[in-house]
């Protein structure tokens, strides 16, 4: 499967993937009468939520339904069972201490600028019949744009409001940090300057999965009355999910340091960020080493 991903994406198919694209667009209308979209929250109603009665959330978009799905290989984790059963429960659970995210354009395309919303016609036209079957259409689910808030939107002004009301959810709180080794979320940035204190747990930039149950130890042995805040793929939703069942705050917290980056650069296309792990860039899973003082001094363990 990911050797046919990797053909199927390659320069050769550019052309052939452009029509494929306005295509499925077209049949986007039909599509959603037979196939039901779910009930999603706006992004605000979302972050208000997790605010108001701190609560967690786990954020699903098309990539990890089709894990699901189709025992899809993504480039950053590999395919596991276990991972995907862990996914199937998360995404019906009743668990009322954890939201479950979903795109926001599930939700509406009035938002995305034109490019944008012609790419989720399409995706939805060609993914949604097959992941439809994974949710509970009489569940609420919030909106797992909460950490995609630039990219894409046409209203700048909203972004940033959206971004304040995250940056909102610790201020004045100990955070706890869980990414991935080259990731590094807020370094040289202001992301979380209202925070009382970082700290971080680093794990495997890829197939972080098979370091879960190490990483989940240590965590509780920093967590106290931390704010967690998770950025790993698809293993982030299931450690929230376990945190949050133990009574836990934990937000997978995913994309959200590059769309402020991006934000605060005024960028039209997602460009690489010196020192960060950029997956959707080309060339931006190559990083150098991190020298950043207050960075290196916020890890407190490693689980790699």
């Known amino acids: 499967m990911s050797y046919w991903l990797n053909i199927h994406y390659s320069p050769l198919f550019k052309i052939p993937r452009k029509i494929a694209k306005y295509g499925f667009s077209a049949l986007y209308p039909l599509v959603i009468k037979i196939w039901e979209l779910p009930q999603v929250k706006s992004i605000e109603e979302t972050i208000l939520a997790l605010s108001k009665n701190r609560l967690c959330i786990a954020r699903f978009g098309d990539s990890e339904m089709l894990y699901i799905a189709k025992g899809l290989n993504l480039p950053y984790q590999r395919f596991d069972k276990r991972l995907a059963d862990e996914l199937s429960e998360i995404l019906l659970s009743k668990d009322d201490h ?25 995706q939805i036209t060609y993914n949604y019949p097959t992941i439809y079957k994974l949710l509970d259409l009489t569940k609420q689910y919030y909106n797992a744009n909460i950490t995609r808030l630039y990219y894409g939107y046409k209203d700048v002004q909203k972004s940033s409001y959206h971004f304040s009301l995250m940056r909102s959810l610790w201020e004045e709180r100990n955070v706890l940090l869980i990414e ?119 890890i407190v363990a490693k689980c790699l």
């Open 98 to 122: 954890i939201l479950v995210g979903l795109p926001d354009a599930y939700r509406t395309l009035e938002d995305f600028k034109p490019n944008i919303k012609i790419f989720w016609r399409s």
């Open 180 to 298: 991935g080794e080259k990731s590094r979320l807020g370094m040289g940035n202001d992301l979380f300057a209202d925070a009382i204190s970082v700290e971080r747990i680093l794990g495997p930039a890829h197939h972080a999965y098979d370091q879960i149950d190490n990483l989940y130890r240590e965590v509780l042995k920093h967590v106290t009355e931390k704010l967690v805040l998770v950025a790993m793929g698809p293993t982030a939703k299931a450690l929230v999910y376990r945190l949050a069942q133990q009574g836990y705050q934990a937000i997978d917290i995913g994309n959200l340091d590059l769309e402020y980056e991006w934000f605060k650069r005024g960028v039209k296309e997602r460009v690489i960020i010196p020192g960060k792990y950029v997956s959707e860039v080309k060339g931006g899973r190559n990083v150098e080493d991190a020298t950043d003082e207050v960075y290196l001094s916020q």
